[in-house]
């Protein structure tokens, strides 16, 4: 062992004790006492009565909540506070700022899924539960933890909320994960946490802390206010952290003192000396601890105004179970503080005798070896210069590139490709286009790009991997010498027809201009060796399938299956279909079921296609419905590569549709695959609110504006029900939280800044959970906020 290390003699294993080991008072996690910053209110599930009621402060006054109902934890936040009953299987949650009377605003209420540990933040709620079957540790989050999920496959020991973002350690690898809206301190976080075994975690407004594999305190994230500065920190010194916005405490474990750090300075106060606690909770300004001697709260910090001493009834150090607590024996007194209705169990406690020897910081790495540091030193500035002389490189060719192809100063369009109506009548629609389609610089540079396309693709145009190839008097019997009653509608630099081939098949075919004078036929061959090149190597059941090509002098032609049920859009906005409320998509269900086969197709060309693709023209004209009303991602006309290896680059031109296109990709010129991500949030907010990309404000004197100013706003202060599409009404308790989920994974997709937004799988992940919740028994609750009441078991 090396001289930092610690030699510990343990009456049983480490990892025995550490998953037992409590780290869960954060700034929103579950415990006995609960604080909610917003108003400074302080809460407690009341002692020695058999049935355990929760109690609240505030302003002086002393309230009881739903004195009739037990329950084991709470958890508050910035603005409202939640509470499990006993046995887990619903919860309560009360505003806490805006309500005189705490009025429960939701509840979770399941007899097959269990509540085992709750963690409110500043708005969101998520829990470990337990299914029916036995398994343990999966979470579940209602409102404001989108766009970042974790999946059903994670189990976790400890989950805990702070400011927009959540994080649990996992069981057996005690690795930290996070998600949340705030998706940039989430990933932060969990990036600093990368290679530790954590037993639990503590969140607070943009830190979090926990005990690692060998017992010490490690606290990671921002530390403007020396919110990390952990004091002392030798093996096993603390049991229990309590975080805010910008502090930290913690109970020392060998005597129940506790210390606080960062926050100015504002948390180290002389009423906390000579006492010692149970538990310690943290609201985004003060921190609460419930006294060891006689269960009685105190606060202190900046945020607390009012007297440290609360006059509550006594509170309970821990919840009350039904387990005969042999692990780690009955806490003192335990059958008086359960008023005879359960036990509380000991926390597991570790007995160590520390041999003397340098304490390692919990900030700084270990200490290596000589030998081990030189190599290390070695591989590392071995690794520093071939970065830095790639880096060079890449930057030379960059401005180089740059210089050449104009990018530098400034040239970009838009290319506003038409919405087409497609009819599944056969009839003809008009189509609108504002802005006009520009060509290329150069035909040699178009040459050039697409001659780099066809290698990097690995795919020959004229012998496309499984497309069939056609002659043109083919497709023209197939579509009736391409009259218009054959006409369908239009994609990306084509008119599409419906045809059916000699051998009886069904299909669409999309012909490109013909006319060498128009700007249409300049780009015609780049949209069509795209779709051609990347739809031949494609096959998922959320992309439309190609079929085969047509190459016949200037004649550019495509042949893909046909979508008996037309595009998305016009379910959505053609004038026959937008008074009707009898469409097949006139459901809550159906349309999140669209929405998640759209983002698996999308997801698809992200990450499994190699190299990836970027299609970017995700719209709701480009989501086609089958006879089935399976959706497919149409129309790759504008695609291209993903970096293989780089974050984004910049193309020759900024394209997509107006309405849709990512506002961060038309003013930087800078594509990366959240620029779809971007578009499939406004598909989203389509499928929401029934409106189209770009719609006519009364609130704003009838000028037009975006979707994502229109909805977005009323997201964010819950005000939902009053943008969502009327033809389908209010969802009802089976739909409330599926629509809610979907409307704030909307929220972040059309997040400004790229970073913010999700990926396609965490997006994926969360449409697969709005549909499963469809599916159930209605019992995750509502986004309504009228009262709910319990009756008592």
């Known amino acids: ?199 639990s975690v503590s969140v607070g407004g943009s830190h979090a802390c926990g005990v690692n594999s060998t017992g010490f305190l490690v606290c990671k ?71 060891a001697s006689n269960f009685s709260i105190i606060c202190w910090g900046p945020g607390w105004s009012g007297e440290n001493r609360i006059n509550l009834p006594e509170i309970l150090p821990g919840p009350c179970v039904k387990s005969s607590c042999a692990k780690c024996g009955l806490y003192s007194d335990s059958q008086r503080l359960c ?19 340098p304490t390692p910081s919990a900030q700084s790495p270990p200490v290596l070896p000589s030998s081990r540091r030189s190599k290390t030193l070695t591989t590392g500035l071995l690794v520093f210069a071939i970065v830095g002389s790639v880096g060079t490189f890449l930057g030379i060719y960059n401005i180089l590139y740059c210089l050449w192809t104009g990018t530098c100063f400034g040239k970009k369009k838009v290319h506003n490709s038409v919405q087409p109506t497609v009819t599944r009548n056969g009839s003809s629609g008009g189509t609108t286009s504002n802005n006009s389609i520009l060509s290329r610089s150069s035909k040699i540079r178009r040459q050039s790009s697409l001659g780099m396309r066809r290698q990097r693709s690995g795919t020959s145009l004229k012998h496309a991997d499984r497309a069939e190839e056609f002659s043109l008097s083919e497709l023209a019997a197939a579509t009736n010498g391409f009259s218009l009653e054959n006409k369908i509608g239009g994609g990306s630099f084509g008119i599409v027809y419906r045809g059916k081939l000699a051998d009886g098949r069904e299909v669409a075919i ?39 090509f047509c190459e016949d002098g200037d004649e550019r032609l495509l042949v893909y299956e046909y979508m008996k049920n037309g595009a998305l859009y016009d379910h959505l906005h053609d004038k026959n279909n937008v008074e009707r409320s009898s469409s097949a998509i006139n459901s809550w269900k159906m349309r999140i079921k669209i929405a998640l086969d759209a983002a698996r197709g999308i997801e698809y060309l992200h990450n499994y296609a190699v190299p990836p693709i970027i299609h970017r023209d995700i719209k709701s004209s480009n989501i086609l419905l089958d006879a089935n009303w399976i959706a497919k991602v149409s129309d790759l006309g504008l695609s291209l590569m993903g970096p293989e290896s780089d974050r984004h680059y910049k193309p020759m031109k900024a394209a997509g549709t107006v309405g849709y296109i990512d506002p961060e990709y038309y003013g930087l010129n800078v594509l990366t695959a959240k620029s779809d991500v971007y578009g499939l949030g406004v598909v989203l907010l389509e499928l929401l609110t029934g409106k189209r990309a770009i719609v006519t404000s009364e609130e704003n004197g009838g000028s037009p504006t975006s979707i994502v100013d229109f909805a977005v706003p009323k997201i964010m202060v819950n005000e939902l029900l009053k943008v969502l599409d009327p033809r389908i009404g209010p969802p009802d308790v089976n ?41 159930d028994d209605g019992s995750h609750g509502s986004i309504s906020s009228g009262i709910i009441s319990i009756a008592s078991e």
């Not at 795209?530 to 190609?546: D, P, Q």
């Not at 409330?736 to 965490?762: F, I, Q, W």
């Open 1 to 199: 062992m090396t001289s930092s290390s610690l030699i510990l003699s343990v009456t049983c294993s480490l990892t025995t004790f550490l998953s037992f080991f409590q780290l869960t008072n954060g700034l929103g996690s579950g415990s006995t006492i609960a604080v909610v910053s917003g108003s400074a209110t302080v809460c407690g599930v009341v002692a020695a009565e058999s049935t355990h009621g929760v109690v609240c402060y505030r302003g002086g006054q002393v309230i009881a909540i739903q004195p009739n109902v037990s329950f084991s934890t709470i958890s508050g936040g910035e603005s409202f506070f939640c509470g499990v009953l006993d046995g887990g299987y619903a919860f309560l949650c009360w505003d806490a700022v805006n309500s005189a009377g705490f009025h429960p605003r939701r509840v979770y209420n399941n007899r097959s899924v269990f509540v085992q540990d709750i963690a409110v933040g500043d708005n969101q709620i998520c829990a470990t539960v337990n299914t029916i079957n036995n398994v343990t540790g999966t979470v579940t989050c209602w409102r404001g933890n989108e766009p970042r999920r974790p999946t059903f496959s994670h189990r976790f020991e400890s989950i805990s909320c702070g400011f927009g973002f959540c994080c649990g350690a996992l069981m057996n690898s005690g690795r930290i994960r996070c998600w949340g809206r705030n998706s940039v301190i989430a990933r932060e976080i969990e990036s600093e946490f990368v290679n530790m075994s954590m037993s």
């Open 510 to 548: 999309k012909r490109g201009e013909t006319d060498r004078k128009t700007k249409k036929f300049q780009e015609k061959d780049s949209a069509f060796e795209s779709e051609l090149a990347f739809l031949s190597r494609l096959h998922h059941k959320h992309l439309v399938m190609l079929v085969g």
């Open 221 to 291: 994230g921002h530390n403007s206010f020396g919110q990390l500065n952990v004091p002392a920190n030798s093996a096993l010194e603390y049991s229990q952290v309590a975080l805010g916005a910008n502090h930290s405490c913690a109970i020392r474990q060998s005597n129940q003192s506790v210390v606080c750090w960062g926050g100015g300075g504002g948390y180290e106060v002389d009423v906390t000396k000579g006492l010692f606690f149970e538990s310690i909770v943290s609201g985004s300004n003060f921190t609460c601890g419930l006294i």
């Open 735 to 775: 739909e409330a939280e599926a629509v809610e989920l979907v409307s704030y994974t909307a929220m972040h997709c059309v997040n400004l800044e790229g970073k913010g937004r999700p990926t396609m799988t965490d997006i994926v992940s969360n449409l697969e959970r709005a549909l499963s919740l469809c599916a």
């Open 339 to 357: 008023g005879g209705s359960g036990n509380i169990c000991n926390r597991c406690q570790l007995n160590v005798t520390v041999v003397p020897s």
